[in-house]
């Protein structure tokens, strides 16, 4: 269906098909508006592949004061705990806002819902939908909802390479259709692009999920805060096909350990043992890889031959590698899983640039911290996608007036990067690998290439990292392993980092003066 630019102008565009922008534009409802996906819905949304599911205080035993203490607890210190105890206290309101939309959740025969427990949570307060097969569903209900909603126009197919800004106020969206060029006029977007696993070697991410929506907001002027906490799952499976396949935090819930090649339980002694916060688990089990040991996951006992029936879309994955759980331990290792950091947003999702507002994983909004509760990323974009939506549809548009770009971005790549984070901003980093990195990512950062935009998220990333001289949560360095006793959220704007990125550069001990206040 061939679709008049001209006849949008002025609607909202939404940048993003996974969870957040999809609730994003049915809230928005009946507002018109402009959803721009990459690709077909949920092909390259880290939702679609969420097995945990949706962190709710639903249980009798349960309320939300308990759940924002196990998240402030895992967030070390980083969480702004008035904006996490408003995205809790809503958490329980959005399982039943899905469940309206057909979202399938587990219940039991009663009618009520059947939580099941994670690490690092002191109750069972993780609300699934087919077993592990939670993101799969929501994305199901929400696709399903967004395809029939008249208010949207959805254009899939369609990237966009960059914000149109004028006086740090948003004026439209320069995309691409092919290699046809677009120009969306409009002075409210929604940046709901998910998040930067794509830009490691390893990762339980879609590979087309790089920060795009960080570069956008980034070479918009955005302050972007926290970007240097990236949390490692501790047991994705140890194979070859990339992404790599996740087995969900639920397992260990059942009962399920970590073991080495020799049977023995090497996290036994650990505080909370396999339900300690990621950050904690993912050390433990690169440490002891690193040692010279391979780790499994060894679900033989406990859920032992429920398994299959718990976990279906783990079972058939393992099936297909030639392993039966009920009977095999499981081969694991940490990878890049989710982003703590992302765009600066306020309660209602607003950047710092005007007209730019930010959603989901992308954005930061302080609920996580220095690492994320478990399941609590797919309850954040459904809470906070009411609010921006809400925000959105109270800011009257301004009249746009979008320039031409003299030139369509390159289509990114970022295979470039890679191998240079991966070394660098790795689960144990230090300032050598992370000077070289950074030294290796000025240039490309401030070229022209396909590597342009991961590289400069990289960077900031990168900087942050190196501006942050401690250990806290998903953050850990070997030259500065204790953790100071306040703890500061990072901000940088593109112009303060790679100011910053220069001087690493240059000289041994930089200031880091330029970090944005």
Known sequence: ??????????????????????????????????????????????????????????????????????????????????????????????????????????????GSWRPGLEAAHSRNRIVHATGDGTGREIMRALIVAVRRCPSVTLLEGVEARQLIVADNAVQGVLAVRGDEPLVLATTRVVIATGGIGGLFLDSTNPSGCFGQGLALAARAGAVLSDLEFVQFHPTAFDGLSRPLPLLTEAIRGDGAVLIDERGVRFMADEPGAELAPRDVVARAVWRHRAAGHRTFLDAREKPGSAFAARYPVISAFCRMAGLDPAVDPIPVRPAVHYHMGGIAVDGVGRSSVEG??????????????????????????????????????????????????AAIPAASDPAAVRPLLSDALGVLRDRDRMTEAIRSLLPLALGAGPAADPALV????????????????GHCRTDYPDTQSVAQPSRFTSSSAIAAAREIAETERPSFRSVAS
Request: hydrophobic share 50%; aromatic share 2%.
């Open 1 to 110: 269906m061939s679709i008049d630019l001209s006849d949008l102008t002025g609607y909202p565009v939404i940048i993003g098909g996974g969870a957040a922008g999809l609730m994003t534009a049915l809230a928005l409802a009946p507002e018109p508006v402009v959803l721009l996906s990459k690709s077909p819905l949920g092909a390259e949304a880290s939702s679609m592949w969420a097995q945990g599911g949706l962190a709710a205080a639903v249980g009798a035993d349960d309320d939300p004061a308990l759940h924002l203490r196990d998240t402030m607890l895992a967030g070390a210190g980083l969480c702004d705990e008035a904006a996490a105890r408003r995205i809790i206290d809503a958490a329980p309101g959005a399982v039943e806002r899905l469940a309206e939309l057909g979202v399938a959740f587990d219940r039991n025969a009663d």
């Open 356 to 405: 730019l507002w930010a959603c989901g994983e992308a954005s930061r909004t302080g609920l996580h911290g220095a690492n994320r509760l478990a399941s609590n990323s797919l309850m954040e974009a459904i809470v906070c996608a009411q609010w921006v939506a809400e925000s959105v549809a109270g800011s009257p548009p301004r009249a746009a007036k979008p320039r031409q770009a």
């Open 458 to 473: 990289g960077l900031m990333m990168s900087v942050a990292a190196m501006a942050r001289e401690e250990s806290r949560g």
